[in-house]
Nanobody
Framework: QVQLVESGGGLVQAGGSLRLSCASS????????MGWYRQAPGKQRELVAA???????NYADSVKGRFTISRDNAKNTVYLQMNSLKPEDTAVYFC?????????WGQGTQVTVSS
């Protein structure tokens, strides 16, 4: 079992920045890939960014050049640095971890970008 707790969401003006954190606990040594997803009202949950245990990353086209995912294995934490935020980035952001073929999700953190 893996537990995930997100933090760092909030309200920010367009053009601003936020950093999300996702702390993992439990069977952390079995974690492979971790990622951030988001879900806006009335829309499906979508991948924002992901990082493998080896450090390879991938991003949604809509956030490339603005968001950066990073992973601190010593702290069992994955981060999402979000710069140049846009109103369309408004959503609930979820952390996901894949461990032994099972997906684990955090409770989500709200990010609201005002125009």
């Amino acid at each position: 079992q893996v537990q995930l707790v997100e933090s760092g969401g909030g309200l920010v003006q367009a053009g601003g920045s936020l950093r999300l954190s996702c702390a993992s606990s439990g069977s952390i040594f079995s974690i492979n890939a971790m990622g951030w997803y988001r879900q806006a009202p009335g829309k499906q949950r979508e991948l924002v960014a992901a990082v493998t245990s080896g450090g390879s990353t991938n991003y949604a086209d809509s956030v490339k050049g603005r968001f950066t995912i990073s992973r601190d294995n010593a702290k069992n934490t994955v981060y999402l640095q979000m710069n140049s935020l846009k109103p369309e980035d408004t959503a609930v952001y979820f952390c996901r971890a894949e461990a032994d073929g099972t997906n684990y999700w955090g409770q989500g953190t709200q990010v609201t970008v005002s125009s």
